[in-house]
């Protein structure tokens, strides 16, 4: 099994920046797909970027891309996502996970463990 602690979050003025982090305990990290995905109020919670077990493959939500980076340390058993030129359409209560199905995996369901989220609020 594996547990995953987000830190990070906050709020942030409109173009701003902030970096999540995702620690992992318990299994070995380095076999997991992971994933960070949002949830706004009264919205779904999307795919907002993921990143394969190696690191070398990364995959975006596309009103993201150009804007957010994941990244992983897998010695530090840490998955990173680091937000730049932020929106208010980016405030939602952002989760990390992890999956043993696929690399970039935009379905909820293909993850099996989740943190408990972390808030990010972007003031305009």
């Known amino acids: 099994q594996v547990q995953l602690v987000e830190s990070g979050g906050g709020l942030v003025q409109a173009g701003g920046s902030l970096r999540l982090s995702c620690a992992a305990s318990?299994?070995?990290?380095?076999?997991?797909?992971m994933g960070w995905f949002r949830q706004a109020p009264g919205k779904e919670r999307e795919f907002v970027a993921g990143?394969?077990?190696?690191?070398?493959?990364?995959y975006y939500l596309d009103s993201v891309k150009g804007r957010f980076t994941i990244s992983r340390d897998n010695a530090k058993n840490t998955v990173y996502l680091q937000m730049n030129s932020l929106k208010s359409e980016d405030t939602a209560v952002y989760y990390c996970?992890?999956?043993?199905?696929?690399?970039?995996?935009?379905?909820?369901?293909?993850?099996?463990?989740w943190g408990q989220g972390t808030q990010v609020t972007v003031s305009s």
């Open positions: 996970a992890a999956s043993t199905v696929a690399a970039g995996t935009p379905w909820v369901g293909e993850y099996e463990y």
């Open positions: 318990g299994r070995t990290f380095s076999r997991y797909r």
């Open positions: 990143i394969s077990w190696s690191g070398g493959q990364t």
